[in-house]
T-cell receptor
Framework: EADIYQTPRYLVIGTGKKITLECSQTMGHDKMYWYQQDPGMELHLIHYSYGVNSTEKGDLSSESTVSRIRTEHFPLTLESARPSHTSQYLCASSEGSGRETQYFGPGTRLLVL | AQSVTQLGSHVSVSEGALVLLRCNYS??????LFWYVQYPNQGLQLLLK??????LVKGINGFEAEFKKSETSFHLTKPSAHMSDAAEYFC?????????????FGKGTRLHILP
């Protein structure tokens, strides 16, 4: 069954730690996205990718980085976590143009102490 | 620049009553419009989308929305609310002419269903 997965679902970590949030999809989509979502707020695009070896910054500035070495995999890394990074991170993928549906993973809820 | 405004961060309706969630968009070019739903502890799921075909769009779970260009609106409705409809609903807009495929989300409306 085609799907999009995110791990871990929940993460509590101390300040200064390096973390990687995993995102994988089995739909063969070229386009992938990372959004940051705070409670009661809209989703903000922080990174996107058009395909392998393609990564772009989104509308919201983020200290995180991403990589796209394989079509199905789009991990997000924070080199040194801070309390201001506490949020929910959602990964999504789509087939192509802006009219296409974005398929979302279940999200990773990050708490940095 | 594109944007969406969702009127009401919280909406409460009784079970069996009409659901109406409001969304107004701003776009200088023909838009694509979407409604997504987010259940607790889950990601977003597409309810329906408008892509310049029929202005009345039917989606999953009995929801529908009507694109009204003159009012720049894309309100979401359901004739009879069910307890399982309790969730967060996001309206979103995409520019038909953009090449970067970004979509802009509203702040969301939390729908509460009263027994």
């Amino acid at each position: 069954e085609a799907d999009i997965y995110q791990t871990p679902r929940y993460l509590v970590i101390g300040t200064g730690k390096k973390i990687t949030l995993e995102c994988s999809q089995t739909m063969g989509h070229d386009k992938m996205y990372w959004y940051q979502q705070d409670p009661g707020m809209e989703l903000h695009l922080i990174h996107y990718s058009y395909g392998v070896n393609s990564t772009e910054k989104g509308d919201l500035s983020s200290e995180s980085t991403v990589s796209r070495i394989r079509t199905e995999h789009f991990p997000l890394t924070l080199e040194s976590a801070r309390p201001s990074h506490t949020s929910q991170y959602l990964c999504a993928s789509s087939e192509g143009s802006g009219r296409e549906t974005q398929y979302f993973g279940p999200g990773t809820r990050l708490l940095v102490l | 620049a594109q944007s969406v405004t969702q009127l009401g961060s919280h909406v409460s309706v009784s079970e069996g009553a009409l659901v109406l969630l409001r969304c107004n968009y701003s776009s200088s070019v023909p838009p694509y419009l979407f409604w997504y739903v987010q259940y607790p502890n889950q990601g977003l799921q597409l309810l329906l989308k408008y892509t310049s075909a029929a202005t009345l769009v039917k989606g999953i779970n009995g929801f529908e929305a009507e694109f009204k260009k003159s009012e720049t609106s894309f309100h979401l409705t359901k004739p009879s609310a069910h307890m399982s409809d309790a969730a967060e609903y996001f309206c979103a807009v995409s520019d038909q002419r953009r090449r970067d495929d970004k979509i802009i989300f509203g702040k969301g409306t939390r729908l509460h269903i009263l027994p």
